[in-house]
């Protein structure tokens, strides 16, 4: 503590925001260096400031820091500061965000090199550092939303980025607007926590509810809980509110990366975390928290299974992994799930990252069916990738296997039947995990290469060439955050490789910190985290033999390689198989390519009966009827008078002389017969 | 003794007579006189007022009416006559340029 000033924690959130405004105002006119030099500088101070803050604290000893600059609201009861509060919790939030996110800015400084609009990429993802540092290092449920609301306008913003293209646009709004929904939850829940406890800071509230054993499953405190959840689908893709992420893929890929992957759809799971004294409280929300992300995890990994655009895959892919979170977090194992958030956070960036480089490989391609053999191509992407890929679908000793199996565990082993069936659909997920993974490694690196390079490649880049010169890039219909100097199949530059083995290295060795006891580990993540959620510790530390927990590891191990098996079959040994198996089952096939028509559901079901209402009932009756009607009213009023009043303007001497004496009439007949009507009172 | 209420009622029977041959006629001329006639109607109620009370002030305050009257004939015969001159016409409702 005494080495880091507590006030050098508005530090971490401000630089990133002193970026956005630098290259915001001034980055039109700066050169393409001058940019990417102020992005990444301005991120790469808070990820240094963050490493010597987890430096300091921890030789120091100290559990928590906070920092209040003064009141913010202030009203007769009631009081919001603008403070800052860092636990560990919040800390191993700010290592994913700074860091993850500098690994990411420094790639995109390769991946866009060729955009149009290279300065305004770099503001927008500045400001969602920002936004994103204030809203893990939030004291207050306000401040929180402040970041909550802020990174969403930066989502917005980024998955627009494209926005001369209209499917961009369009996926810009749904995911504001899908977001909006979650978020009157987020503001009911903090409407109901004014209402019974006067503050919204985090430790008066944790500490109220702390006091109050008998609050246990109290009416108010499920609401509130459950008005959370609400708020927490929203912001991490889960059902209901999932729709949003897979369309936001339309952003440039580092954006998918950094936004949809890595740290703000893991707001909600963070929310959910911080608040875990709410939730603990709440039987009735953690069992609804813990179906939510159990059903979620196998319907996103089911549409992940058939999904041939290879973003697509990985955002599906990105909705169950939050699924398996949220399942972590409604078992009460909030560690677990923070600590999948973080092995996530490092195989998923990586995934989207080497994605990113394999359709900057093929000049702008997505579609997997029009990939294949890139293995020897571009091999650090494919080596790189394959850490990933291997993270993700739980193969020891990569990163995703130690979290994935933690929650799985503690799923299994927690009281109640209920548990045993979320294990099992979690299990099943981790197979059906396993095998999409393992069909996109197969369909991108290996077999045939399905993309005609001499003709389809040249033409494309020459054709992209061409708009580079021009100011047309952003009008061309495939230029996706695409490379624009594709001269054939070739390797990505260094920056963009490095950010790759780097979070390859993260994605094999991330999970080791969070080994469990049974196989020779310490759980240190576990026990760091302990501090942060002691009340849940108790229902953690159910014993179980060790036993139990290598069995259900090996059990786990074998259905990764079960899934891994028939991705290897389906899509290396035996290609022609697939469409057999389609061709059997073709309803299945089409409930699943068709995302089994959610998004046709909302639309005809929500979306549209809302349109015609507001385009029959408030745009005709209301919009065009009240609002235009009165002041058309008004106006025509006006206008009346004034064509009166004009006629009487005729130069006729008589007439205005006639006026004249019927004025002075009435004056008189007012003063002589009027008179009465004030000298009474 | 003649009551003033009769002055005032003879005031207020030439003011009118003023007033309407000011609207209904269109002679120039004619509304001239009538603007005299309503001036005039005016002065005799200064002077039943001034008798009434007996005070010289009302009576004084003719004169200067009168004189001022007089003056405004002058110029108001002769913007009669130039109006003649220009527009050979002497019908008010035909000089009607002043209008939107």
Known sequence: MNAMPASYLWLIPLLPFAGFLINGTLGRRLPRAAVSAVALLFTAAPAALVAWLWATMRAAGELTMSSDAGPWIQITGFRVDFAFTVDHLTLIMLGVVTGVGFIIHIYSVGYMAEEEGYWRFFAYLNLFMFFMSVLVLAASFLLLFVGWEGVGLASYLLIGFYFRKTSAANAGK????????????FLLAMFLLVAHFGSLDFTQIFAAVGQHPEWQGARFLTAIALLLV???????????????????????????????????VTAGIYMVARCHTLFDRSPIALAVVACI???????????????????????????????????????????????????HAFFKALLFLAAGSVIHALGGEQDMRRMGGLRTRTPITFWTMSAGVFAIAGIPPFAGFFSKDEILYQTFTSPGSLGKV?????????????????????????????????????????????????????????????????????????????????LAILSVIGGWVGVPAAMGGHNEIESFLAPVFSSGAESAAIPAGGGLEIGLAIVSVLVALAGFYVAYVFYYKKPE???????????????????YWVDEFYGNFLVLPLLM????????????????????????????????????????IRSYAGWLAIGAAAVLAVMIFGRSLWVRS | MVPTAYYLVLAAILFSIGVAAFLIKRNVITIFISIELMLN????????????????????????????????????????????RTRQTLNVDEIDLMKL
């Not at chain 1, 990985?314 to 939050?322: H, K, N």
Request: net charge positive; aromatic share 12%; proline share 2%.
């Open chain 1, 422 to 502: 979320l294990w099992l659909v979690g299990l099943v997920t981790a197979g059906m995990t396993s095998f999409y993974m393992f069909r996109l490694w197969f369909k991108t690196f290996f077999g045939p290469a399905h993309f005609d390079e001499q003709r389809d490649l040249h033409d494309r880049g020459a054709a992209v060439h061409l708009q580079a010169g021009t100011h047309a890039v952003m009008v061309a219909d495939r230029d996706e955050g695409r490379a624009a100097h594709s001269h054939g199949v070739h390797e990505s530059p260094w920056i963009m490789l490095l950010p790759l083995v780097i």
């Open chain 1, 613 to 652: 209402f507001t385009r029959g009932v408030l745009d005709l009756i209301f919009e065009r009827g009240v609002v235009n009607g009165s002041a058309r009213a008004a106006a025509m009023g006006t206008r009346g008078f004034a064509w009166f009043a004009r006629k009487q303007i005729s130069g006729n």
């Open chain 1, 293 to 343: 992300g159990a059903a979620t995890a196998i319907f996103a990994a089911s549409i992940g299974m058939v999904q041939h655009d290879i973003k697509r895959v990985l955002a599906y892919s990105t909705v169950s992994q939050l699924g398996y979170m949220f399942l972590a977090c409604g078992m009460g194992a909030y560690a677990a799930g923070i600590f999948h958030l973080l092995t």
């Open chain 1, 577 to 595: 198989m697939v469409a057999a198996i389609v061709d059997r089952h073709k309803a299945a096939y089409a409930l699943l390519t068709n995302k």
């Open chain 2, 41 to 84: 109607a005016v002065n005799l109620t200064f002077v039943a007022f001034a008798h009434m009370w007996n005070q010289i002030s009302g009576q004084i305050f003719v004169f200067f009416v009168m004189v001022v009257a007089a003056a405004e004939a002058a110029v108001g015969l002769a913007i009669i006559i130039s109006i003649f």
């Open chain 1, 230 to 264: 609400l708020g927490a689908t929203g912001k991490s893709a889960q059902i209901p509110l999932y729709v949003w992420l897979p369309d936001a893929m339309e952003g440039p890929t580092p954006v998918s990366a950094l936004i949809h992957a890595a740290t703000m």
């Open chain 1, 174 to 185: 749904k995911a504001f607007l899908v977001n909006r929904i979650g978020d009157v939850g």
